[in-house]
T-cell receptor, first 108, second 115 residues
Framework: RKEVEQDPGPFNVPEGATVAFNCTYS??????FFWYRQDCRKEPKLLMS???SGNEDGRFTAQLNRASQYISLLIRDSKLSDSATYLC?????????FGKGTTLSVSS | NAGVTQTPKFQVLKTGQSMTLQCAQD?????MSWYRQDPGMGLRLIHY???????DQGEVPNGYNVSRSTTEDFPLRLLSAAPSQTSVYFC??????????????FGEGSWLTVV
């Protein structure tokens, strides 16, 4: 089993749609969790950290379920500019483990 | 506001050649790391360092060497380039791991082709 697994995608949605990405991780000792965004041929950039209580940043909501070892990202009212690859990232010890990413394409 | 600076951005190597990818950060981060990103494989950790003089192997260290003589610099050396090392390489840095919310800063990437 891969350490961090994500929905394979791609997700193709119209503007204004709500889309959810899921991620599971295998190491129960994982400490911190993040969603990163990566645009084509660019470096990954932090979208948001994920906390046990869940957290929201504008149209983006992240949830963590430690018991099920599951992380989610919800994007509401999708914009064209949300088109990118979203990486689920899990910290275990001093290592960051990246999922392969889920590609989102938002069309008008 | 330089952040993480990687050079070169593009490089073509012949099989067997050696080269060094440079990485420097000006944020006084203890933690620095190198990843490679291949299609369908995601980002994989090559080597990392938690401070000057300390390095450790990641998931895919074979064929690469690193050193950390200063806090700012973390070069990645390809000892004898192979076509399998054709990839995009990212250097990243942050304050020491273990603190929730630590932001990892990435360089812009180095596109390496080995022919």
């Amino acid at each position: 089993r891969k350490e961090v697994e994500q929905d394979p995608g791609p997700f193709n949605v119209p503007e204004g749609a709500t889309v959810a990405f899921n991620c599971t991780y295998s190491n129960s000792a994982s400490q911190s969790f993040f969603w990163y965004r990566q645009d084509c041929r660019k470096e990954p950039k932090l979208l948001m950290s994920v906390y046990s209580s869940g957290n929201e940043d504008g149209r983006f909501t992240a949830q963590l379920n430690r018991a099920s070892q599951y992380i989610s990202l919800l994007i509401r009212d999708s914009k064209l500019s949300d088109s990118a690859t979203y990486l689920c990232v899990v910290q275990a010890g001093t290592a960051l483990i990246f999922g392969k990413g889920t590609t989102l394409s938002v069309s008008s | 506001n330089a952040g993480v600076t990687q050079t070169p951005k593009f490089q073509v190597l012949k099989t067997g050649q050696s080269m060094t990818l440079q990485c420097a950060q000006d944020m006084n981060h203890e933690y620095m790391s190198w990843y490679r990103q291949d299609p369908g494989m995601g980002l994989r950790l090559i080597h990392y360092s938690v401070g000057a003089g300390i390095t450790d192997q990641g998931e895919v260290p074979n064929g690469y060497n690193v050193s950390r003589s200063t806090t700012e610099d973390f070069p990645l050396r390809l000892l004898s380039a192979a076509p399998s090392q054709t990839s995009v390489y990212f250097c990243a840095s942050s304050y020491l791991m273990g603190f929730s919310g630590n932001t990892i800063y990435f360089g812009e990437g180095s596109w390496l082709t080995v022919v």
